[in-house]
């Protein structure tokens, strides 16, 4: 079965960038028929896409979110990553990476979910 | 984007109540269309896929239904783990959205 971890700071200043790594096991991120998403949560708040990148490297965004967000995979280190630039308070969330499946595009293997904090 | 919306916003119920949670998207979705269950502290989980069908490992008493623009959950028979707030998400166009959730307590 699929595990996800994300790992990164926990605090970052306003106006710099966010940057998260999601660690997979139990699956390949190069394996056909998967796509690899971050997903947030605001404090209390409901849940917002934030983009996606497939087996092959092709990003989907979320346009809302502005031009500052980058989603990258190191194949080798089976590991994919989420860049935010240029942060404010609005961006406090905790941050899930998760596996999608390309049939029905549902997201069925989350990690365990990671907080965020947006501060000076 | 796909508007998603849920209702009721919070319910309450009992054990073995019936329940039944809907969701309406402000465009057809074909039948991209998801259900999470959410407990505190917890990441998401996956409940429903495709409208109706039921991810691996959840039991038989989730089931959904609907197409197009208009979803229901139900819960035939709740039981005390479930009560959490659910979500629907519509994958049918990125950027992919979710409903606002709907918050299950005890009566």
């Known amino acids: 079965q699929v595990q996800l971890q994300e790992s990164g700071p926990g605090l970052v200043k306003p106006s710099e960038t966010l940057s998260l790594t999601c660690s997979v096991s139990?699956?390949?991120?190069?394996?056909?028929?998967?796509?690899w998403t971050w997903i947030r949560q605001h404090p209390r708040r409901g849940l917002e896409w934030i983009g996606s990148i497939y087996y092959n490297g092709i990003t989907y965004y979320n346009p809302s979110l502005r031009s500052g967000v980058s989603i990258s995979m190191d194949t080798s280190a089976n590991q994919f990553s989420l860049s935010l630039t240029s942060v404010t308070a609005a961006d406090t969330a905790v941050y899930y990476c998760a596996r999608g499946n390309l049939r029905w595009k549902e997201v069925d293997f989350w990690g365990q979910g990671t907080l965020v904090t947006v501060s000076p | 984007d796909i508007q998603m919306t849920q209702s009721p916003s919070s319910l309450s119920a009992s054990v073995g109540d019936r329940v039944t949670v809907t969701c309406r998207a402000n465009q057809s979705i074909d039948n991209y269309l998801n259900w999470f269950q959410q407990k505190p502290g917890k990441a998401p989980k996956l409940l429903i896929y495709a409208a109706s069908s039921l991810h691996s490992g959840v039991p038989s008493g989730f089931s959904g239904s609907g197409s197009g623009t208009d979803f229901t959950l139900t819960i035939s028979s709740l039981q005390p783990g479930d009560f959490a707030t659910y979500y629907c998400q519509q994958s049918f166009r990125t950027p992919f959205t979710f409903g606002q959730g709907t918050k299950l307590e005890i009566k």
């Open positions: 139990g699956g390949s991120i190069n394996s056909g028929g998967y796509f």
